[in-house]
């Protein structure tokens, strides 16, 4: 299944739609990946006498109010926010998916308890969500990727559902099942596989919103706790001094959450509109 | 070998937006398949045909009645009991590319059923995929190739070899060339036939094509509406069809031996009109409202009769009626 | 008299970077008044040739070439505004799945109005009358209250129906019916094909009757066309050619409708060729009985062979 995507994708001339998406993104993983290797300021050691200063060539974004190098930063942060975005939704697909598919297979009860659920968390604004948890069971890193991924796997179990469930009573699901193929082995052998490629295609884009969420939750203080470098919570330690021409150290981690953001969703709507195409 | 007995099934199904109507599938079916035997299964949308397969096939649950295979009831287990039975008794789907998982090699999809048959290994089960693409004369290379790369015919072959996988006693045939073209569904039946003799398999044949029927079974049910109409031997059906909707069915379909004496005897059919399901039913005959001979007794219940030995039907005036085809079979 | 001619028609579709030849040089002719069947299994091209002519071909169609002319005008040539004109005023077509080529959220009573109603200018009013009529002229009992039915209240049949009323009041000079009735039960199908023939009666319309059921042909047409792979094996007279079918496909694929005289069920061995590779010389080779060289290398034409018979075949004296 991927094969055939990463196949298809580079065979053909269609590969340059991508490319905008791609630009922005390739370089930044590389950059994030790296980050560890370059001679860079440590990205959590105050200097207090560097306080505030604009950028200048041997602080290309400036400094923050701790005197921090705020372009160590911003690219320490990449790897993070990168890291927790992947790990959410990863989560999201892994707790959504399967709960989706057996309430579109099975039906009945287990669908209704389903839909209940995932109504239930997607009423729930997300800040409060966020806050109730890390009141309940403390602030860490663990938590709040649970959080965010909880939050977006409604999305996946609807998605899932709507594939499975008329797939149900599709003849080759009947002739798994008259050769005596148990529930189970058809949700994992046959309905999940059939499920992949749009959740693939959903991928990215749940990622931009894992990215705009954490770095939400992290801005009003609920998710990565200051020093860690985080985009979010950079912006927010750097909103107040905006007020006093201090733009830097909210102005460049911003920009780079907007270009992930944008770079990922640019992608998610080629690899969508690629596979409505195929339909023909 | 096999034995329905009284087997009914109902449906609830919205009619319209408030409205909730329950139609009888199947009413009180009896029929036998016995060992090595072709039952021919012959009605139009509505009659109840596949949900008796399903029925079977333990892909539904029926309400009422019983089915046993080789004496044994089948109808009431669970899925854990019927397990053991999946590889006595196996289908065959309409549509070939439906029946077939699109991610799946040839080779995945004929392993699947050699899961229930005991006692073959790994390697085995390799060595019997490549006999089964033998046994339906397609080239062993086909093992690799996916689904969308097969045609129509070449698909339902594998789809056949597939439910023969592991030996199975029984099949059941749901309209297996109903999808392909014409000059395929040859190819496919007379596949069934030789596969039939070499392997002793009773076949449950559906359709609704009576030339096909004319080619593979030896007895003839008739249904209509969830009921059994009339049943007989191939030669009585087709010469002398007591009930009125068997003689609609055989004045629509186009008979002759050769091209030269094709012809279609439409206008001896005695029904008009639509297949009306359920709309004012009242007991009596299903066919009433479109029966050409309908008069005041069909509103009664009608029972199925022996007309004459091995020959049953569902019509009180069919003796009465006397028809008769004239197109030589 | 021939009101449409199709000469050399040429269509080729891409799909994914490949080339599927679908219509490889079609020949055909319709009568005024005249009823042509056009059979054929699928992947022959039939389906295709009809859309041709109204020119509403799917997506990756390499505009066709070949001349498709209509009472004197070649439709090929035409830009795509007199077309339009074309499509609904001169040629009408049913299709297969009756229930989706109607609107689902209009009743069928209007959808039928419509039409009347562009076609003569009438008021609201007399445009529904007109549907009633048309509609118990179909057959279809209580037509007043089916007027305000919507296309998922009626069955399949009916739908058709529906469909043949909206083609009688377009008043087309030809009608196209493309496989109206596969899917519908056999006790149905010699109904909507007696409607069909009578409704082009009525108009004076020429018929093109599409369909892989011979049977259906046999009762609505006067003229037959059979296809294989993109090309038209043999036309003329119906019954002349039922008679004697002359190409070796025409010949098996009529046998396999027969019954025949032995326990094995007719068919035609092997599978049609797949059409994105073009092979020289005719597309039967791999499957006939009769081939001999000049079949492989060079491809048979359409050629009379009686007053109102051809055949194209190399081994058809």
């Not at chain 2, 449906?11 to 009896?30: G, N, P």
């Amino acid at each position: 299944m991927l094969a055939t995507l990463v196949r298809r994708l580079s065979a053909r001339r269609k590969f340059w739609r991508f490319l905008p998406g791609l630009v922005i993104l390739v370089p930044l993983i590389i950059v994030a990946l790296v980050t560890p290797l370059l001679p860079l300021e440590d990205p959590v050691l105050p200097h207090p006498a560097q306080r505030n200063k604009a950028p200048s060539p041997e602080h290309v974004f400036g400094t923050d109010t701790y005197g921090m190098d705020v372009f160590s930063r911003v690219l320490h942060a990449a790897r993070l926010d990168f890291l927790l975005t992947l790990l959410c939704v990863v989560l999201a697909v892994a707790i959504g998916a399967p709960l989706g598919a057996a309430a579109g297979y099975f039906g009945g009860w287990l669908e209704n308890v389903t839909e209940r659920l995932v109504e239930i968390v997607q009423s729930f604004p997300i800040m409060l969500f966020a806050m109730m948890i890390q009141i309940a069971v403390g602030r860490s890193v663990t938590n709040l990727i649970i959080v965010i991924g909880v939050y977006i796997a409604p999305f996946y179990a609807k998605l899932v559902r709507s594939i499975v469930k008329p797939l149900r009573d599709v003849e080759f699901i009947q002739a798994a099942r008259v050769t005596g193929q148990s529930s189970v082995q058809i949700l994992l052998r046959h309905l999940l596989p059939n499920s992949i490629p749009p959740i693939i295609s959903q991928f990215t884009l749940s990622a931009a919103v894992a990215i705009r969420t954490l770095s939400g939750l992290s801005f009003l203080g609920l998710g990565v706790q200051t020093p860690t470098p985080e985009w979010g919570s950079m912006i927010q330690t750097g909103a107040g001094w905006m007020v006093f021409g201090k733009w830097w150290p909210s102005v460049f981690p911003g920009l780079a959450l907007f270009l992930v953001v944008w770079g990922l969703t640019r992608i998610s709507e080629e690899i969508e509109s690629m596979y409505t195409l195929r339909e023909e | 070998m096999l034995e329905l007995l009284n087997v009914t099934k109902r449906f609830t199904i919205r009619s319209s937006l408030l409205k909730h109507q329950e139609i009888v599938a199947v009413d009180r079916v009896c029929f036998s398949v016995a060992e090595g035997e072709t039952v021919g299964l012959v009605g139009e949308s509505g009659c109840g045909k596949s949900t008796i397969g399903r029925g079977i096939l333990h892909l539904l649950d029926i309400e009422g009645g019983s089915i046993r295979f080789g004496g044994r009831l089948i109808s009431g287990l669970n899925e854990g009991g019927f397990r053991s039975l999946r590889k006595d008794i196996q289908m065959v789907f309409q549509n070939p590319l439906a029946s077939f998982n699109p991610l799946f090699t040839i080779r995945q999809s004929l392993l699947d059923p050699l899961a229930l048959h005991p006692g073959l290994d790994g390697a085995a089960r390799e060595r019997r995929v490549l006999e089964l693409l033998e046994m339906v004369q397609l080239p062993r290379d086909f093992a690799g190739k996916k689904p969308h790369e097969l045609s129509g015919g070449q698909l339902q072959r594998i789809a056949v070899a597939r439910a023969l996988a592991c030996e199975p006693r029984f099949v059941f045939l749901d309209e297996p060339t109903s999808a392909l073209d014409m000059s395929i569904r040859g190819q496919i039946v007379n596949l069934l036939l030789d596969l039939q003799e070499q392997l002793k398999i009773s076949y449950l044949f559906v359709t609704h094509d009576l030339r096909v029927v004319h080619f593979v079974a030896r007895r003839v049910l008739v249904m209509y509406l969830g009921e059994i109409v009339e049943t007989g031997s191939r030669a009585a059906i087709f010469r002398t069809p007591l009930h009125p909707y068997t003689h609609g069915l055989l004045a629509a379909t186009l008979v002759g031996r050769s091209a030269r004496q094709l012809q279609r005897q439409i206008h001896l059919s005695p029904l008009k009109g639509e297949v009306l399901h359920a709309e004012g039913y009242a007991g009596g005959c299903k066919l009433f409202p479109r029966c050409a001979y309908a008069a005041a007794g069909c509103r009664e219940p009608q029972e199925l009769r022996e007309a004459r030995p091995g020959h049953q039907v569902r019509c009180w005036r069919a003796e009465e009626l006397g028809l008769e085809t004239t197109v030589a079979f | 008299m021939d009101l449409l001619t199709i000469s050399d028609l040429h269509l080729e579709i891409r799909r994914q970077q490949d080339t599927y030849r679908i219509l490889r040089g079609v020949d055909l002719a319709v009568r005024k008044d005249g009823a042509l069947g056009i059979v054929g299994e699928s992947g022959s091209g039939k389906t295709l040739t009809c859309l041709s002519i109204l020119r509403l071909l799917p997506r990756g169609s390499r505009f066709p070439s070949g001349r498709i002319v209509l009472d004197g005008v070649d439709l090929c040539a035409l830009e795509e505004r007199r077309l339009r004109e074309v499509r609904g005023r001169d040629v009408c077509m049913i299709f297969q799945d009756a229930r989706a080529s109607l609107n689902p959220v209009v009743t069928v009573g209007e959808q039928i109005a419509d039409i009347h109603a562009l076609r003569t200018g009438a008021s609201r009013a007399q445009a529904m009358a007109k549907a009633v009529d048309v509609l118990e002229a179909m057959g279809l009992p209580g037509a007043r209250q089916r007027i305000r039915s919507y296309p998922h209240e009626l069955s399949g049949g009916m739908c058709q129906r529906v469909l043949i009323a909206m083609a009688l009041v377009s008043r087309p000079r030809l009608l196209i019916a493309d496989e109206v009735t596969t899917g519908l039960d056999v006790t149905i199908q010699t109904q909507v094909i007696d409607l069909i023939r009578s409704v082009a009666a009525d108009l004076g319309a020429s018929l093109i009757v599409v369909s892989h059921d011979i049977a259906v042909v046999m009762e609505a047409c006067s003229d037959i066309a059979v296809m294989y792979c993109g090309m038209v094996l043999e036309q003329g007279n119906l019954e002349t050619v039922l008679a004697e079918p002359l190409s070796p496909y025409s010949r098996a694929l009529l046998d396999c409708f027969g019954l025949g005289s032995s326990p094995r069920m007719s068919c035609i061995p092997g599978t049609a060729p797949d059409l994105r590779f073009v092979e020289a010389g005719c597309p039967f080779v791999p499957r006939c009985a009769m081939v001999v060289e000049r079949c492989r290398r060079e491809v048979p034409r359409l050629r009379p062979v009686g007053p109102d018979h051809s055949v194209a075949c190399h081994c058809v004296p």
